[in-house]
């Protein structure tokens, strides 16, 4: 069976609902999503923390951030579209004096963009999450305007929002290739037909180098365990509470469902290894993260105590991808008119999903993305992504220090 689309998006995650409501918004409502799973944003976008805070390492991510706060705030108050957001802001807890140096310079070099911050003492700390033990603690840096959101919910506003500008989903629609004429895109194969169409859009995550492989093209990214876990409920975890980064110890705590998660980027994190998987490999797959999420517990012992007695009400067992610099992967697939990719989410996938999606609509309907994306370029390695284990080595070094001071 042959069906036709003006534009096609490859994976109905977080990054491709929202690739679909900016086109659709953009004019573009002739759109089909097709995800391999019965429901969307089942895998790594349903695994997530979802975090959402401003901070980051550049002004374009930092804007990113803020478009995508304002997108979805809009979409949660004005629109009646609930996806859990709160923006109790971040409180980022220091336990030597050189990580506070570290906050009090970032503190300084944002305050241009707009974002206001504060240095709390010890009491106003334990205010604003009462499981606190600042005994250890030598500072803090106190983010206005961040906050965390529920990211399937989230995924889902953008997926109805879509609709009701007439995109469609296909769920249960597994994408098997592409189909070319010389360098330009004709179409998307699929396990029960062909979509025909001359833009498509590779969304799937962890799974989007084994689809930018039908091109030809090798993603410059590796696909790693990235893994949370939920305690049973707690009064103490107040709906107030901020995100709470503890980023010595490589660590992250936040209210959840009347509990707290929290997660952990390993030093040496494991490697999803994906392409020797069965095709239907997904996240379910993955082992429970036990060892892992008790290492967590004892790193952040110090200063979130309680979580050594909560009992676990379930672990998330979740995928991210890096780059080797950390960096999205957004863009044109190089030497193939009509084919585009966005992957690497850095861990930041949920955070940025509003400014992706914009990116990749502003692509397709205006031939630019709107802002300089030269550092997402998917081919700016060059020919060092041909070498498998510098791929691997130093994407997984990025994650492994995700937290590190780099300023």
Same mark, same amino acid.
């Given at each position: 069976m042959t069906r036709t689309a003006e534009a096609v998006i490859v994976g109905g995650g977080i990054w491709g609902l929202s690739a679909a409501y900016h086109l659709a918004d953009m004019g573009i409502s002739d759109v089909c999503v097709l995800e391999r799973n019965p429901i969307?944003?089942?895998?790594?976008?349903?695994?997530?923390?979802?975090?959402?805070?401003?901070?980051?390492?550049s002004a374009l991510m930092v804007r990113a951030i803020q478009y995508s706060l304002e997108l979805l705030t809009r979409f949660q108050d004005d629109m009646g579209r609930d996806m859990g957001l709160r923006r109790n802001g971040s409180l980022f807890v220091a336990l030597t004096p050189e990580r506070q140096a570290a906050y009090e310079r970032k503190a300084a070099s944002v305050r241009d963009e707009g974002i206001t911050t504060e240095f709390p003492?010890?009491?106003?700390?334990?205010?604003?999450?009462?499981?606190?033990?600042?005994?250890?603690?030598?500072?803090?840096?106190?983010?206005n305007g961040d906050g965390y959101l529920d990211p399937r919910k989230c995924a889902q506003a953008y997926g109805a929002a879509a609709e009701e500008l007439g995109v469609t989903i296909e769920t249960?629609?597994?994408?098997?290739?592409?189909?070319?004429?010389? @360098?330009?895109?004709?179409?998307?194969?699929?396990?029960t037909g062909v979509v025909s169409t001359d833009t498509a859009i590779i969304t799937a995550g962890p799974w989007g180098g084994m689809l930018a492989a039908h091109a030809r093209h090798t993603?410059?990214?590796?696909?790693?365990?990235?893994? @949370?876990?939920?305690?049973v409920p707690v009064d103490t975890a107040t709906d107030h509470m901020p995100v709470v980064r503890v980023t010595d110890?490589?660590?992250?705590?936040?209210?959840?469902?009347?509990?707290?998660?929290?997660?952990?980027?390993?030093?040496?994190?494991?490697?999803?290894e994906i392409e020797a998987?069965?095709?239907?490999?997904?996240?379910?797959?993955?082992?429970?993260?036990?060892?892992v999420m008790a290492e967590a517990r004892r790193r952040l012992a110090p200063v979130f105590p309680t979580l050594e007695y909560l009992g676990v009400a379930q672990y998330r067992r979740g995928m991210t991808s890096f780059a080797p610099d950390g960096g999205y992967i957004v863009g044109p697939v190089p030497g193939i008119e009509g084919l585009y990719m966005a992957t690497a989410c850095a861990a930041l996938g949920i955070a940025g999903s509003a400014a992706v999606g914009r990116w990749l609509a502003n692509w397709v309907v205006d031939g630019d993305p709107g802002d300089d994306l030269s550092a997402f370029s998917p081919d700016r390695f060059g020919d060092r992504v041909a070498d498998g284990e510098w791929l691997r080595a130093a994407s997984s070094e990025y994650y492994g220090s995700y937290y590190a001071i780099r300023d």
């Open positions: 969307v944003a089942d895998e790594t976008t349903s695994q997530a923390a979802g975090l959402v805070g401003q901070i980051r390492s003492s010890a009491a106003d700390m334990r205010a604003m999450a009462p499981d606190m033990d600042t005994s250890e603690i030598v500072g803090g840096l106190y983010v249960g629609a597994t994408v098997t290739g592409f189909r070319f004429e010389g @360098r330009k895109l004709t179409g998307v194969e699929t396990m993603a410059a990214m590796r696909p790693l365990r990235h893994q @949370r876990a939920e305690t110890v490589s660590c992250y705590v936040r209210p959840w469902e009347g509990g707290y998660t929290y997660g952990f980027f390993e030093p040496e994190p494991v490697d999803a998987k069965p095709p239907d490999y997904a996240t379910s797959d993955i082992e429970p993260p036990v060892a």
